[in-house]
Nanobody
C-alpha cells in the first residue's frame, strides 16, 4: 500500500505562484510514477503533470507547459508541483497520484493510489 498526502494549496491572485507537495509513504519502488491531476467544479479530472520516481522523465499537459514544474526529492519521498503565472482557469482541486510504472501514463485510470486533494483557487 502507498499513502499520499498533499499540501500547499490555497488562494492566490492571478499571476502568482504556489508550490504543492505530495508526501508519499509505504511500499514505493523506483519504477513508480508520480502524477498530479486536477478537477474543477463540474468538470472531469484532468492530467496535469507526471514524473518517474527516478526523476528522469517528466510529462506535462499543454496548458501548463512553461508555467508548472514537477520535481521529486527521493530522500524525502516527496513530489512537488511548482505552479507559476497562475490563471483563474487553474482553479481546481489538485490530486497527487501514484502508479506502479514503469511506463508513464497521463490517464487517471492507470494510477493505483490517490491523495485526498488540495484546493487551489486563483482569483482574477
Amino acid at each position: 500500500q502507498v499513502q499520499l498526502v498533499e499540501s500547499g494549496g490555497g488562494l492566490v491572485q492571478a499571476g502568482g505562484s504556489l508550490r504543492l507537495s505530495c508526501a508519499a509513504s509505504g511500499r514505493i519502488d523506483t519504477n513508480y510514477v508520480m502524477g498530479w491531476f486536477r478537477q474543477a467544479p463540474g468538470k472531469e479530472r484532468d492530467f496535469v503533470a507526471a514524473i518517474r520516481w527516478r526523476g528522469d522523465v517528466t510529462e506535462y499537459t499543454n496548458s501548463v507547459k512553461g508555467r508548472f514544474s514537477i520535481s521529486i526529492d527521493n530522500a524525502k519521498n516527496t513530489v512537488y508541483l511548482q505552479m507559476n503565472s497562475l490563471k483563474p482557469e487553474d482553479t481546481a482541486v489538485y490530486y497527487c497520484a501514484a502508479e506502479k510504472g514503469p511506463g508513464l501514463s497521463t490517464s487517471g485510470a492507470a494510477y493505483d493510489y490517490w491523495g485526498q486533494g488540495t484546493q487551489v483557487t486563483v482569483s482574477s
